[in-house]
């Protein structure tokens, strides 16, 4: 099978998993035989809403890629995934995590391709700068970066290669999900991150802590760049100032996107994420 188009659909509010999509799909794209023959590279974007319906062809490839949220795909670009559909289409499901675990989220995401009639014939969990990364406590700074990249060009050529080694009138084979290996993490780390999160949660039940964005309003600008980069529409323009609880999905768009460093988001996580989750862990793939 050579695709005749590659639709990337993403939920990206930080633009790490959309990189990390792009980069996939552009190569899968590519015939690098005939560059100029190369697939069309098509991109729904879920970030904002969802996207008008649509069904994919089966002579297309689709990159459906998501953030992980706790080890789960975010509910909500589960919800914004509904109008897309395939025709047992092929599909490329990606994970991208900021270096703890994916968990469960690499399968959940599969499961609701093939519901939405997509074939999963190759799966990856790919690392991204975690959304509570700050300068104080870095948790994959900076990623994907160049190699990060260029893994993920890799593996988007090996799908292609896979895909045209499939003989003519045969649906290339899938792939079960739940077998993609998670890279390891040191015992003792990981122990002490489970004691913290066993404490966190201890102590939440007993005095319950709402965590937000905070503005520092002598900072604030009021330029409204924080409104139009939420996903969820937390926080309206000209009322920057505030975050809306109900509505906020913690995924620190509006912080990492302020230009004057208004916005800070404090939780407890975030250092014992950046003490105990500081190695660099490599994307892993499953063909």
């Keep these: 099978m ?9 939920f990206s509010p930080t633009g790490t998993t959309a990189r990390t999509a792009d980069a996939i799909a552009a190569a899968l794209a590519r015939d690098t035989a005939q560059p100029a023959v190369s697939a069309p590279v098509r991109r729904i974007d879920l970030t904002h809403g969802a996207a008008a319906p649509v069904t994919l062809p089966p002579d297309a490839v689709a990159v459906i890629a998501v953030p992980v949220y706790g080890g789960h ?12 559909r395939g025709t047992q289409t092929p599909a490329v499901i990606v994970a991208v995590y900021g270096n703890r675990a994916f968990e469960k989220a690499p399968a959940e995401l599969a499961a609701l391709a093939a519901a939405q009639g997509f074939r999963p014939v190759a799966a990856g969990a790919f690392i991204g700068e975690h959304s509570y990364s700050l300068p104080a406590t870095p948790i994959a700074a900076g990623r994907p970066d160049a190699d990060d990249l260029a893994r993920a060009a890799a593996f988007g050529a090996a799908v292609r290669q896979k895909l045209a080694s499939t003989k003519a009138g045969e649906a290339p084979a899938t792939v079960d999900v739940r077998r993609l290996k998670a ?35 002598d900072l604030c600008t009021h330029c409204g760049r924080c409104a139009a980069v939420c996903p969820t529409e937390a926080i309206r323009r000209g009322d920057e100032l505030h975050t809306d609880p109900d509505r906020c999905i913690r995924c620190c768009a509006c912080v990492k996107g302020c230009p004057v460093g208004a916005r800070t988001f404090d939780t407890p996580f975030a250092a014992a994420l950046a003490r105990n989750f500081g190695k660099r862990k490599p994307p892993v793939t499953l063909l």
């Design 2 to 10: 050579t695709p005749a188009s590659v639709y990337t659909l993403f």
């Design 73 to 84: 795909v975010p509910p909500l670009a589960a919800e914004r995934m509904k109008q897309v």
């Design 183 to 217: 890279p390891a993490t040191p015992l003792w780390p990981l122990l002490r991150f489970i004691v913290f999160a066993l404490s966190y949660l201890r102590r939440q039940k007993r005095h319950p802590v709402v965590y937000l964005p905070a503005v520092n309003a």
